[in-house]
Every structure is written in structure tokens, then in C-alpha cells.
């Protein structure tokens, strides 16, 4: 394989430009040219390439978001998109393509494999929603932001006595919810997974509140409810002062973690070796510390399974 080219889709996930560097470096080092693709599929329609060498990764690994741009292309979903990508694809000579994003993302790479387009996805996103790796690029950071706002939020909960709710990321999947609110000690963690009453999370608070606590702190994934629906009934049936703050996008940016960037580094570096060795159609994955490759189609047909005991070690440890 001479020619490749990588793209980053969907929603952005710290992390993902040290995939990128480590894409183009190792497909360099292996004697291949790339191009970056700007604004993910939309760029493959547009033609928005741009040839990428050792130095235009420099200085990057530490930088949040993606040099390359991202972006969702509903027209890349009909035939018509479809068919201008391809042509731009073979006008450039790229025989492969790095396709770094969500389960979305791959949905596109899969199309593209079965033209003849050799794909090889690398989970970039911060839900840690997809099946066959524990991490996805972008979750570790983004739980150890939540982590860090917590940390902050403690502070000022002990001086008022308040119970806080702090909505995270997560409309489908509790995870970020569930880590961080682990790392945080959080009395609550709320995730759309695991059904719950708010009489339930009342109770907690009031038990917590006549054994001496100063404060609580609930985390809630946006999927499990509004965190100020949530923190107005808290109020209703408690009586309790409750502050709502919503993290929203401050979970998207911020400088990688090592954790990310040696995560981003290996995916990348096992994209190109496969796409050397001739396959498509696979992701990279990490599970139980070691690369784990699987084909595309499968990610999609799974689900990822929600940590349970985690989840119920996080009850223990907050009684
Ligand atoms: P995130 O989970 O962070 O939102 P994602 O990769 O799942 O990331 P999506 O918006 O679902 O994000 O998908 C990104 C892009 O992938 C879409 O805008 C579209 O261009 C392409 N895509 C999604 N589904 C398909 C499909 N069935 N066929 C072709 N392309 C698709």
C-alpha cells in the first residue's frame, strides 16, 4: 500500500490528534504517503485533502480536539455523496483510509470497504460507547475533567451544605457518569442504564444529611434526566437547597491524558501495520491491556456492556 489517507468524524474527542501523529508517522516510517482529510466524510465529498508529512504532526499530541478538523455529512449517506467520494478517492491514488470517530463513523467505513476502499476504524469518542475495547480515545480525559470540576464543586458543597447535581456527558451510555463518579466519591451517580426513582435518590440524601453529611453530590448522565428537572424535585420532596451544573462541552476539550495519548499512539500505530498487511474493515480495539482487532460490522451488532459491579460497588461505597 503507497497511499492513505485519515479522517476524524463525528464528535471530537481529545486524544484523537495523537492518533492522528501516530497514523501518519508510522505510515511514513513505512514507507507510505498520507493525506489528511478535513471535516470527515464532508471533506471526502469536497475534496478538502491536504498531504500530511512528519512535520505537520509536530506539536500536537498535547492539543485537544483534532488538526484535522471534524464533521457529520448527512449527504455522504446517499448514493450521490457517496459516489463523489469514491471519485475523489481513486483521482488521489488512496488505496486506504484511517477513519478515526464513533460508531457512526464506522457505519461510513464499512460502506466504504465494500467499494473496495480498504478501512481500518479507531474508536475516538468520549462516551466509551463501543463494543470490543474497554476505552475509547477521549474517555479517560473526560472523566478526569469531570473529576477535576467535582473536586472543585466539593469545596464550596461542604461550605453551604447544598446538594449538587452535575449533569455529564452520556445520552445513551452512563459511563462518563459512572467513572467519574466513582473517581469523585459521588453520593448519587445516575446513568440511563440502571432505572431509579428520585424518592429513592431523596432517601439517600436524607440519610446521608441525619448521619452528619455537610453536603451530597449526585452526577447524572444527560440520559437519565435534565439536571435541573432533577435538582427542582430534590427541592420539592426534601426541602433541601439544590444547585444544578451542567458541564456540557468543557467535557469535550481540555489537553489529552497520558492515558489517551499512549492509547491514540498504539490505535494508530496498529491501524497502519494493518492496512499494510492488506486487511480492511476492522477496528482497533483495546481490551484487558493488549490491541485487539475486530471487524466493523461486529461493533455495530453489539452492545457495549455497562460495568455493573462497578456501578454497585459505587452504591457500597456511598451508603
Ligand atoms: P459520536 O459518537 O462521537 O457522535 P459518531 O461517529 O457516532 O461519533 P455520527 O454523527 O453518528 O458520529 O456519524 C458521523 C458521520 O458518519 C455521519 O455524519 C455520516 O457522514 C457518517 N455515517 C453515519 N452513518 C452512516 C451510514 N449508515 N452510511 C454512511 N455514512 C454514515
Keep these: 500500500m503507497k497511499r492513505i489517507g485519515i479522517l476524524t468524524s463525528g464528535g471530537d474527542a481529545p486524544g484523537m490528534n495523537a492518533a492522528i501523529r501516530a497514523v501518519v508517522r508510522s505510515a511514513i516510517y513505512n ?7 478535513k471535516r470527515g466524510y464532508a471533506g471526502l465529498i469536497n475534496g478538502d485533502f491536504v498531504k500530511m508529512d512528519l512535520g505537520s504532526v509536530g506539536d500536537i499530541i498535547h492539543r485537544g480536539g483534532t488538526i484535522l478538523r471534524t464533521a457529520r455529512s448527512e449527504e455522504f449517506k446517499t448514493p450521490e455523496g457517496m459516489e463523489k467520494a469514491l471519485k475523489n478517492i481513486e483521482a488521489l491514488g488512496l488505496e486506504g483510509l484511517v477513519v478515526i470517530g464513533g460508531d457512526g463513523s464506522f457505519r461510513g467505513a464499512i460502506e466504504l470497504s465494500k467499494r473496495g476502499v480498504a478501512t481500518i476504524g479507531i474508536p475516538g469518542t468520549i462516551d466509551n460507547d463501543i463494543p470490543f475495547t474497554d476505552y475509547s480515545i477521549g474517555f479517560d480525559t473526560a472523566v478526569n475533567t469531570v473529576v477535576e470540576a467535582v473536586n472543585k464543586i466539593r469545596d464550596t458543597a461542604t461550605s453551604h451544605e447544598r446538594t449538587f447535581i452535575i449533569e455529564v456527558m452520556g445520552r445513551e451510555s452512563g459511563n462518563i457518569a459512572l467513572y467519574s ?47 435541573f428537572d432533577v435538582g427542582r424535585e430534590i427541592k420539592n420532596i426534601t426541602g433541601f437547597e439544590t444547585r444544578v451544573i451542567v458541564l456540557g462541552h468543557l467535557q469535550r476539550g481540555g489537553t ?45 451488532t453489539a452492545h457495549k456492556v455497562f460495568n455493573i459491579e462497578l456501578f454497585e460497588l459505587a452504591n457500597i461505597l456511598s451508603i
Design 31 to 37: 514507507g507510505m504517503e498520507v493525506y489528511g482529510i
Design 181 to 227: 463518579g466513582v473517581a469523585c466519591g459521588a453520593e448519587t451517580i445516575l446513568v440511563p442504564e440502571i432505572p431509579f426513582t428520585i424518592n429513592d435518590v431523596c432517601n439517600k440524601i436524607m440519610s446521608g444529611y441525619r448521619r452528619g453529611k455537610l453536603h451530597s453530590v449526585i452526577i447524572l448522565a444527560e440520559g437519565a434526566g435534565h439536571g
Design 256 to 300: 489529552p491524558t497520558a492515558f489517551d495519548r499512549i492509547l491514540a499512539s498504539q490505535m494508530g500505530g496498529k491501524a497502519v501495520e494493518l492496512l499494510k498487511s492488506g486487511m480492511s474493515n476492522k477496528m482497533v480495539g483495546w481490551v484487558k491491556g493488549e490491541l485487539l482487532v475486530t471487524d466493523l460490522e461486529q461493533i455495530l
